[in-house]
């Protein structure tokens, strides 16, 4: 297994992705065609923020989850709005990407690095330890 540092073809991957999608993007931003997951290694989420729609993918890495996670905003035809994140989450971590509409996306690195998922952090319950 190639470090999630070094791995050039995933960013060309997620790059050919967003170029791809969004040179293939009719007028309307209610075609964006969503994959809500839970998905595997490699294979994206597809969904909206807000204004903004995302891609999301990762690559398992020593149990963890390598993330490239892009945002652009759903009105921006030429993708120059596009910003690309990584970051590498163990399992059950969860990443939480929140759009200026105040609505947000949370994505969990499944255990083992098996899948990655959205959640809803809203049902999560925290608990002291008695």
């Known amino acids: ?3 999630f540092t070094g791995n050039r073809f995933y960013v060309l991957a997620a790059a050919g992705t967003l ?3 969004v ?4 007028a309307s931003a209610d075609d964006f065609e969503r994959n809500l997951g839970p998905v595997g290694p490699n294979e994206p989420i597809l969904t ?3 204004s903004k729609q995302v891609i999301a993918f990762y690559e398992a890495n020593g149990g963890g989850c390598g993330m490239n996670i892009v945002v652009w905003d759903r009105a921006d035809q030429s993708g120059g709005s596009a910003a690309r994140v990584r970051v590498m989450l163990n399992p059950r971590e969860v990443v939480h990407i929140e759009s200026a509409d105040a609505e947000s996306l949370n994505l969990e690195c499944g255990a083992y690095a098996e899948a990655l998922t959205i959640v809803d952090t809203s049902k999560l319950i ?3 330890a008695q």
């Open 19 to 21: 170029a791809l999608t």
């Open 23 to 26: 040179a293939s993007a009719s």
């Open 1 to 3: 297994m190639k470090p």
């Open 126 to 128: 925290a608990g002291a």
């Open 48 to 50: 909206n923020v807000g």
